[in-house]
């Protein structure tokens, strides 16, 4: 029998339609805006200056702090404005805006395509590039690499899984680059765990990508310590809890991290992010996203640049389809409605989701029938009726009690209530609160 | 019988031994508790809102008592007559405080502020606040889900349909409550003024003049007019932003008609008469002349964004699981599905056996 993780989960229509075709280049495009926080922790501090030249591939931004990440230029031209825009929220964030001239990249970056399999590097080295490269975790939640490789003191690494389970419906953006990038992740795969200084790692994939579970067997068989663990279908298989769950039996001890049990996850893009930094002197300045949606002309999976429009990424996939409502960043489950789609992509969208008015509305929520749908696949065993009832009155302490900060905002209550309740929104304000009040009493 | 009357005995017997140790411990444990405390409490109106910043009456009261004079300790619902009944009981003096009440600070009605995009999310202005920056292109303004109306406990807010903005009654006894709430910080208190006349700016956007007016008509651009106006130097500008204070204003409304975007407000004036004695009144007018060129000219831009919002079909319902869900109930059918599925597994078959053959040199 597959193996998964127990506690709760839910089986979404998995709606994968772009699975099937390559990843496309999009061309670069006239104009990038480039974030100066695509990560979690502080915001890199910028290096340029309106009216400088840069290259692609040159640090516009240093990490400023322990928990931050360095950003590059991901294009060649000319720098327009540092200043702040408008996020896909609406919100303005410091960026770098680049007026594109040519493509030039810098010069000890590799950019042939050339396989690299010979890791060369020590541990330092290897760290040192993850840093520079300013590789953030590519699944989502863009926590920087360079300090989840670094495990705190008295915690050892036994373990490195990584994550390319994808469980979000709609997006295959991390299927596609198992299938063409199979090779660079499994090196990549090699260069973390010279990082962590581990002896074994595990490709954790879902049951519903048998090619790309093929495929990666077919490498790993010939490496030593790397496996692949194919993993039942449910969501949120792909979360680092459930992962480390399904795929070792552990369960990772509430407000621990995952170093607790002695596993660290990484995304496949991550791993493939960092076979490029390594071998490859590349920083992470482009990714794969998959546009799709049930109207969208041409949905699939392309490689874009950091800082490309999100509007021009849908022009590539046949323009807005006459019936979009709501443009998602990130997939159904997760992602977040945008309310600017000029924004630009950074380094953790993984998709854009298009839907129409009929797919995308709520229905109205109505009470709570004491079903307890929503305990029953909470795969963190929270109460999430219960939560949101704490929550709205803001009772933080009883919030912190009944474990509100375990919970990883999957939305597997919101998706399942039979009363269309607005769960997770208001988890998330209360485990906001919860968290401040948290922060308040350590100072 | 002879069980009848033993149960009685002993139960008698427990009651009476219960009885002394309880009268003991009453005595042993006694806890001196002020009388005065009672007193005041009964004073109080026994809302218990929490708008003093006590844990409810009691707690207030308890504050009182220990506290050596009436300094910072306030009951705002009561007001100033319930504050001195109470000094009098304590025979203390009472420090005067002006009752004030709630003032709302934002004007971005639909007529003023366009939306640019709809928000489909949980029903409430601190969820919307932590998802985005709001359903029009001010994000600064009022987010109209209507928090401060069910944190009111006194019924005395009250959302306008019309406009989408919350409005202050008179019932307002100024317990800070909806202040609390409000996740913008648009809701002040302010002097309640005599005859309830009051004046303030209604905005709280500190963007530029360009950028605040594009987003709502009746901004405050900062222009500072009403500052050079102002007589007795009660307003002041800060980050584009002006800010009338209630205790040097003495409601001239000279910056009122000053103001080019309008967004001044004037509360429980009498009708506007032009007398040749006030000089302003002459050049009110004026300034009137031009507004509404100036206050027409970022409507048209506004609606631009907003139907750009709207062809690129921005509907704003922030992270949803719902969605899928609809998918789910549309799902396509049956027979495209195997149509898929097939596609898929020929697919499949193909990658894998292309996989090559990799050395790797570690």
Redesign the interface.
């Known amino acids: 029998m597959l193996k998964s993780f127990k506690i709760g989960g839910i089986h979404?229509?998995e709606?994968k339609?772009t699975?099937?075709g390559k990843i496309e280049v999009l061309p670069v495009p006239e104009e990038v805006v480039i974030p100066l926080g695509q990560h979690i922790g502080a915001p890199a501090t910028p290096l340029v200056q309106k009216g400088d030249r840069v290259k692609a591939g040159q640090p516009i931004g240093e990490a400023a702090g322990f928990v931050s990440a360095a950003v590059h230029s991901s294009v060649s031209g000319m720098v327009t404005a540092v200043e702040e825009r408008?996020d896909?929220?609406?919100?303005?964030r410091p960026v770098v805006v680049v007026k594109v001239e040519g493509d030039e990249w810098m010069e000890d970056i590799n950019r042939s395509e050339k396989?690299e399999?010979?890791?060369t590097a020590s541990k330092e080295d290897i760290l040192k590039a993850i840093g520079a490269a300013g590789i953030v975790g590519m699944g989502g939640a863009t926590f920087p690499t360079r300090v989840k490789l670094s495990p705190p003191p008295g915690n050892t690494a036994e373990l490195l899984i990584i994550n390319g389970v994808e469980c979000e419906?709609y997006l295959t953006a991390d299927h596609r680059i198992m299938?063409e990038r199979a090779?660079d992740i499994?090196?990549g795969t090699?260069i973390l765990m010279k990082a962590l200084e581990v002896k074994k790692a595990v490709i954790g994939i879902e049951n519903n990508k048998?090619?790309a579970i093929?495929?990666l067997q077919?490498?790993a068989s010939?490496?030593l310590g790397v496996e692949i663990c194919p993993l039942k279908v449910k969501y949120p298989q792909g979360g680092e809890k459930q992962l480390i769950k399904a795929v070792t039996g552990k369960a990772v001890p509430s407000g621990a991290l995952p170093i607790a049990v002695g596993a660290v996850v990484q995304n496949v893009g991550t791993a493939l992010a960092v076979y490029e930094a390594v071998m490859k002197r590349k920083p992470l300045v482009e990714r794969v996203v998959t546009v799709t949606g049930?109207s969208v002309k041409k949905p699939g999976n392309f490689l874009c640049r950091i800082g490309t429009p999100i509007?021009k990424l849908i022009e590539a996939a046949g323009g807005?389809p006459t019936d979009?409502?709501?443009?998602?960043g990130g997939g159904?489950?997760?992602?977040?409605?945008?309310?600017?789609?000029d924004a630009p992509v950074t380094k953790g969208t993984s998709g854009i989701l298009?839907?129409s008015?009929?797919?995308?509305?709520?229905?109205p929520?109505s009470n709570c029938i004491r079903c307890a749908k929503c305990v029953s696949v909470c795969p963190m065993g929270l109460e999430p009726y219960l939560l949101m009832d704490l929550s709205c009155h803001q009772l933080t302490e009883r919030l912190e009690a009944e474990k509100v900060m375990d919970c990883i905002e999957c939305?597997?209550c919101?998706?399942t209530c039979p009363s269309?309740r607005?769960l997770?929104?208001?988890i998330?304000?209360g485990k906001?609160r919860t968290g401040a009040m948290i922060r308040n009493r350590k100072q | 019988m002879n069980t009848i009357l033993i149960t009685i005995i002993s139960l008698c017997a427990i009651g009476i031994v219960s009885a002394v140790i309880l009268y003991i411990v009453a005595q042993k444990f006694h806890v001196e508790e002020d009388p005065r405390i009672d007193t005041v409490e009964g004073l109080l109106p026994g809302a218990n809102c929490g708008g003093c910043g006590y844990p409810g009456c009691r707690g207030l009261a308890e504050a009182i008592v220990k506290a050596n004079d009436m300094e910072g300790l306030f009951c705002p619902v009561g007001g100033t007559a319930c504050m001195k009944e109470i000094a009098t009981a304590l025979g203390r003096e009472v420090s005067e405080s002006a009752p004030k009440t709630a003032v709302v600070r934002c004007n971005g009605s639909c007529a003023n502020r366009p939306r640019t995009n709809r928000y489909d999310g949980a029903p409430s202005c601190a969820v919307e606040h932590a998802l985005y920056a709001g359903d029009t292109a001010c994000t600064y303004g009022c987010l109209g889900c209507g928090d401060c109306v069910e944190a009111c406990t006194f019924d005395a807010i009250h959302m306008e349909k019309t406009t989408g903005l919350p409005v202050v009654t008179d019932a307002c006894v100024a317990c800070g409550a909806c202040v609390k709430s409000c996740p913008r910080s648009i809701i002040e208190l302010r002097n309640r003024g005599p005859k309830e006349r009051r004046i303030f700016v209604a905005c709280v956007n500190k963007e530029k003049g360009g950028v605040a007016r594009k987003a709502c008509s009746a901004a405050c651009i900062g222009c500072s007019k009403c500052v050079k106006e102002c007589a007795f130097e009660a307003i002041s500008i800060e980050k584009n932003l002006a800010y009338i204070d209630f205790i040097k204003c003495r409601l001239c409304r000279k910056c009122v008609a000053v103001c080019p975007t309008g967004a001044i407000h004037e509360i429980n004036f009498p009708a506007r008469k032009i007398t040749p004695e006030v000089k302003e009144a002459e050049e009110a007018p004026e300034e009137k002349n031009t507004e509404p060129a100036a206050v027409n000219m970022p409507v048209p831009t506004a609606i631009v964004i907003a139907e750009k919002a709207a062809t690129a079909g921005t509907i704003v319902v922030p992270e949803d699981s719902s969605v899928a869900k609809k998918a789910e109930e549309e799902k396509i059918s049956e027979e495209e599905e195997v149509a898929e599925e097939e596609k898929k597994e020929i697919s499949r078959k193909a990658d894998r056996t292309s996989n090559e053959e990799i050395d790797f040199k570690i």
């Open positions: 979404p229509p709606n339609w699975a099937d408008p896909a929220g609406g919100i303005l396989p399999h010979n890791i419906p299938l090779e499994v090196v090699l048998p090619d093929g495929k077919g490498i010939k490496v049930k509007s807005l979009a409502a709501k443009v998602i159904p489950m997760m992602g977040r409605a945008m309310a600017n789609p298009i839907l008015e009929k797919e995308a509305l709520r229905k929520a939305g597997s919101s998706f269309h607005a997770l929104d208001y998330r304000l906001s």
